[in-house]
């Protein structure tokens, strides 16, 4: 069984620039959500994903944006970086959209200068 | 508006003692409570949660409505137990979308 990937690792962009964060999830999981972990924080949640449509979010700007596609993996994107945007981009798949367990990628750690 | 607190950002204790992570919560409704667990090097993975009541790793935690607190005890800790450790709160509507506190880094020295 795979885990949840996410690519890249590492991302370095500067201000005012667009990023795509990359994820796939657990096999047979058809649930996607996506958390930014700024420094020295607990993990705060952008959105989540469940058959191709987006099922709730958090409290982010809508310059924060995302995509499921058929094949459950995901993509966030971050339109007009700010500074402090700089963080962890955690992805975390669950078997179902009721799920309370969830499986958590490595994260994607993003820089913007 | 829901809130999780963790008031350690870092906990020390020795090899045997007793371990109480402190975890407090604010949420109107009926709350889902999660603890997740980072050890060094590895991704974050759910510990345990309330409502299954169950014990993992020899770690346990009681959901106490009238304190709306979730505080996570082990009565002897391991050295293998050091790691960070995150409270979550499940949002209203879907216990999957959570609410973390800031984590308590748990050493457990020798």
């Known amino acids: 069984e795979t885990g949840v990937t996410q690519s890249p690792t590492h991302l370095i962009k500067t201000r005012g620039q667009q990023v795509t964060l990359r994820c796939s999830s657990q096999?047979?999981?058809?649930?996607v959500s996506w958390y930014q972990q700024a420094l020295g924080q607990g993990p705060q949640f952008i959105f989540q994903y469940y058959r191709e449509e987006e099922n709730g979010r958090g409290n982010f700007p809508p310059r924060f944006s995302g995509l499921q596609f058929p094949n459950y993996s995901s993509e966030l994107n971050v339109n007009a970086l700010e500074l402090d945007d700089s963080a962890l981009y955690l992805c975390?798949?669950?078997?179902?959209?009721?799920?309370?367990?969830?499986?958590f990628g490595p994260g994607t750690r993003l820089t913007v200068l | 508006a829901q809130r999780v607190t963790q008031p350690e950002k870092l906990l020390s204790v020795f090899k045997g003692a007793p371990v109480e992570l402190k975890c407090n919560y604010s949420?109107?409704?009926?709350?889902?409570l999660f603890w997740y667990v980072q050890y060094s090097r590895q991704r974050l993975q759910l510990l345990l949660r309330?409502?299954s009541r169950e014990s993992i790793k020899g770690f346990t935690a009681d959901l106490n409505k009238g304190e709306t607190s979730f505080h996570l005890k082990k009565p002897f800790a391991q050295e293998e137990d050091s790691a960070m450790y995150y409270c979550?709160?499940?949002?209203?509507?879907?216990?999957?979308?959570?609410?973390f506190g800031t984590g308590t880094q748990l050493k457990v020295e020798l």
């Open positions: 309330h409502i």
């Open positions: 975390a798949s669950s078997l179902y959209v009721e799920s309370d367990t969830q499986y």
């Open positions: 979550a709160l499940g949002m209203t509507g879907g216990g999957n979308k959570l609410t």
């Open positions: 949420y109107s409704g009926s709350p889902e």
């Open positions: 096999s047979g999981h058809n649930t």
